[in-house]
């Protein structure tokens, strides 16, 4: 026979749970014995292990209650539905566990790997950090407003960023934005980017840098998380729009007279090269952009 403290030591609860169950009338209280002490036998220790399972598996006392008296085949039934919900319960937390995983895991949190990626990339061939951001931050919008397409754009900018004359653009666009804005330098920088932009359209044709449908206010959205983020592209996107270019999410050539050209978007995307400037036409740039957060290609 045991104490009552031998009970609970033996059934993993303490005393004062014992004392609980007897009170919820969850487990018999056995009379005294002559030495004014309650003695429990082995049953108790097994009804004790039944109840400290199921309360702890979150089955409520009452419930407890009920399955204690239920006869064998209805228990099996009763832990077999709580199984269920515990297996239920698990993968949920474990849902929650990869998801507070997540929230170190930096640019996987809003975006798929392959995006993550290829921002990894661009970090290797040295291109500056906050280009890379700027191009990280399009992406985000981009990815929530159409997911689809994500395999089509990262294809288009892979076969990009295997272009030295692509990378060379991101190196002298991030030298650009450590210009001041009376900075003479800039100046330089911006006729190299507007050569280069130049060379790309009448080499490979407008079409080779318009492949992305992104409507007016997610340009808008772009261009602003852009300047945000660095606030000198706003010098150099008026620079590029004296050399025939305007615009960052959505670039366009500019005609002599300094409006866009046929309204043909030439450059775009979470890569943009300026994106303030031109005129929203309703189709806004087909473009994946060669630079990111410019967008260029």
Known sequence: MLTIGELASYSGVTVRAVRHYHAKGLLPEPERDHSGYRRYDASAVVELIKIRTLAEAGVPLAHVRELLQADEEEFATAVADIDKRLRAEIRERQRHRERIAGLAAGDHLALPSEVVGYLDRLRALGVDERIVQVERDGWIPLVAHSPERVPEWMARKREQIADPQLIGFYLTLGQALDRTDDDPRLVELADKLAAYITQMADEHGEEY??????????????????????????RLIELLQKRGWTGWTKLERVDSTGGVAGQHPAVCHRSGVGGQGGRESPRVGRSDGIVPGTGIA
């Open 209 to 234: 840098i318009d492949d992305t449908d992104i409507e007016p206010p997610l340009v808008k959205l772009m261009d602003t998380l852009a300047f945000n983020r660095v606030p000198p592209a706003r």
